[in-house]
């Protein structure tokens, strides 16, 4: 979401946004706590803000551009109005009012073009506003502290899940095998390939998102768990999971560089 306020106070660097230079700052609220972290602290690299910042100096850039062609458009319209106008009265008072009328006529033309343009162009100026104002949105961030809340959850109650743990190299044919012999839609498939250590940056976060079907920042609740029709997972996974304890801390800057090679 786009940050409204200059304030990163709450970032686990505890600095704050006037420590760092404008064209290097990419500030996130988290979409749980809606607390504000810098970019680069939750495993943002510098190429990633540039790319942002980049992103907004085209969009407005071409915001720039489409307002001033609207502008173009609308002078343009005016003048052709006028002198539609101008023709039209003409007529009456002309010497031969066949070339007269045909000249109103021609006029009235190039007017109703012009206003069309204007028509247009006010539509690609307002298509350009809109695209600043998405360019200017920050990708979907969910901090440490929520990531750890949401996946040690814990859910009561009857799980129907069948649970399946397999070698790594297995579980791409056990995915496959589920594919062919099921119905499309018909089961419920979470592959749970361990939970986010920290925000990680944009890379690990499509990762992680992408296996667990869309979650925030790819955490995989105990209920997600409980939902599924089938749980995929691999020894090495719990292995790892054993070790893993998710803390507030999480989401710092060392927590995010290992999510960004």
């Known amino acids: 979401a786009a940050v409204a306020v200059a304030d990163a106070e709450n970032c ?40 942002y910042h980049g992103g907004v100096a085209k969009a407005v850039g071409a915001s720039t551009r489409a307002s001033a062609s609207a502008e173009r ?22 010497l031969v009012p066949v070339v007269a009328a045909d ?24 298509a350009a506003v809109a695209a600043v104002a998405a360019a200017k949105m920050t990708p ?41 012999h099921a119905i499309p839609g018909a089961i419920r498939v979470v592959v749970y390939e361990g939970q986010p250590r920290g ?13 667990a079907g869309g979650g925030d920042a790819g955490v995989v609740s105990a209920a997600d768990l409980a939902a599924a029709d089938v749980v995929l997972t691999t020894y090495d996974v719990l292995r790892n999971d054993l070790h893993h304890n998710p803390g507030p801390g999480e989401g710092s800057a060392d927590a995010g560089a290992s999510g960004t090679g």
């Open 199 to 211: 925000a990680g940056g944009p890379r690990a976060n499509a990762r992680s998102r992408a296996a």
């Open 103 to 126: 000249a109103a006529v021609a006029a009235q033309g190039v007017a109703t073009a012009a206003a069309a343009a204007v028509a247009v162009a006010a539509a690609k100026a307002v």
């Open 12 to 51: 686990v660097c505890g600095y704050t946004y006037s420590c760092y230079p404008a064209d290097e700052m990419m500030l996130l609220t988290c979409h749980g706590c809606k607390q504000i972290s810098h970019g680069h602290c939750v495993g943002y690299t510098r190429t990633d803000v540039k790319r």
């Open 140 to 180: 979907q961030y969910v901090c440490g502290a929520c990531v750890a809340k949401r996946a040690g959850a814990a859910v009561s109650g009857p799980c129907g899940a069948t649970l399946v743990v397999c070698p790594s190299p297995i579980l791409p044919q056990w995915r496959a095998e589920i594919a062919r």
């Open 73 to 94: 458009a609308a002078e343009a319209a005016a003048s052709t109005a006028a002198a539609a106008a101008a023709a039209e009265a003409a007529k009456h008072t002309a």
